[in-house]
């Protein structure tokens, strides 16, 4: 079983997960996704996926593109 099958996002419109723009209207919808992977118990495992695979876009693992680019930003300077 992969972790992808035990996801809370199965049961959501997957373009919630992915907003046009994080300004304005954008910014709520980023917010919704996030409250999905709050109650996810593969968030861990779909974050790592995205930062393994380097993800430019959308909401993986309750963090948004700008957070993983400073996440990974930070470790490789640490």
Do not use: N
């Amino acid at each position: 079983m992969d972790w992808t099958d035990s996801a809370a996002c199965l049961s959501e419109d997957p373009e919630l997960f992915f907003p046009i723009s994080q300004q304005g209207p954008g910014r709520a919808q980023v917010e919704r996704a996030k409250a999905v992977c709050r109650r996810c118990g593969v968030r861990q495992a779909c974050y790592d996926f995205a930062i393994r695979t380097k993800q430019p876009h959308g909401v993986w693992g309750g963090a948004d593109p700008e957070e993983r680019r400073a996440a990974t930003a930070w470790a490789r300077t640490a």
